[in-house]
């Protein structure tokens, strides 16, 4: 699959009312469903950002709030952001200082106003990759880092066993203890649609990101992008 060839069109109405219908349960849903190995995927995020030292970071698609929390607790100035109020209802509680709702495809900041953004398994929500990955570039300083987590392509071997677990395990199990199983294929079918880490490179450079890299984890499932503005 390549970044063209994923056109799935993800309605932001929809996606704002389905997070809003699974905000309760999401954070012991995502431990759940991923063995708890999602901790430890936002730290390796925010692994990722202390090499740069920024002083001011933006959590775009912050959902519950785990990614600001943790950044904040390293001491940066961090601005949690999403456009699913009861979702920053939950990163609020937590204990994250500075959130605001909002759109990442239409950001309330000057340009060049953050040193790093971070965006944790949002990013495959984003209607149209292509005009996020530019606001983002207009929101961050010359010299500033996105850092993106999220599903990839996993190592060829683990494939079989990762979409049977996707497709029909996480559907079923969903079924039984949510009352919205439905968000969660939407879930496993977005993860499924997500262009690979090749081509969220590509998606980077074109869009006027340097230093583009990643990294995966886990045997592929998940990998951080970065990009740096010139
Ligand atoms: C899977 S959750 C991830 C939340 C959190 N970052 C985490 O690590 O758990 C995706 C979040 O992206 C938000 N989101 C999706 N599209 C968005 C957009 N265009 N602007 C702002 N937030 C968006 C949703 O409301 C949801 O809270």
Request: proline residues 5%; aromatic residues 12%.
């Amino acid at each position: 699959m390549n970044a063209n060839s994923e056109t799935t069109p993800r309605d932001p109405a929809k996606v704002q009312e389905m997070f809003g219908k699974i905000s309760k349960p999401y954070d012991c849903i995502n431990r759940l469903f991923s063995l708890g190995i999602d901790v430890y995927w936002r730290k390796q995020l925010a692994v990722s950002v202390a090499q740069n030292q920024p002083k001011s970071v933006l959590d775009l698609a912050t959902g519950s709030g785990d990614v600001a929390l943790l950044l904040q607790k390293q001491g940066y100035d961090v601005t949690g952001m999403d456009f699913c109020a009861p979702m920053l209802e939950l990163a609020k509680k937590k204990g994250v200082k500075k959130l605001l709702q909002g759109d990442a495809m239409n950001m309330p900041f000057p340009d060049n106003s953050f040193d790093a953004i971070t965006i944790a398994f949002g990013f495959r929500n984003f209607v149209n990759y292509e005009l996020a990955l530019k606001e983002i570039r207009r929101v961050l300083k010359p010299g500033g880092m996105v850092h993106i987590l999220e599903f990839s392509n996993p190592s060829r071997w683990f494939c079989g066993l990762y979409y049977f677990y996707l497709s029909k395990v996480m559907p079923f199990m969903a079924g039984l203890i949510s009352r919205n199983p439905k968000a969660y294929s939407y879930l496993a079918n977005s993860v499924e649609k997500f262009p690979d880490a090749e081509s969220l490179s590509w998606l980077l450079a074109v869009t006027g990101y340097e230093k583009v890299s990643w990294q995966k984890y886990t045997f592929g499932i998940v990998a951080i992008h970065h990009g740096s503005k010139k």
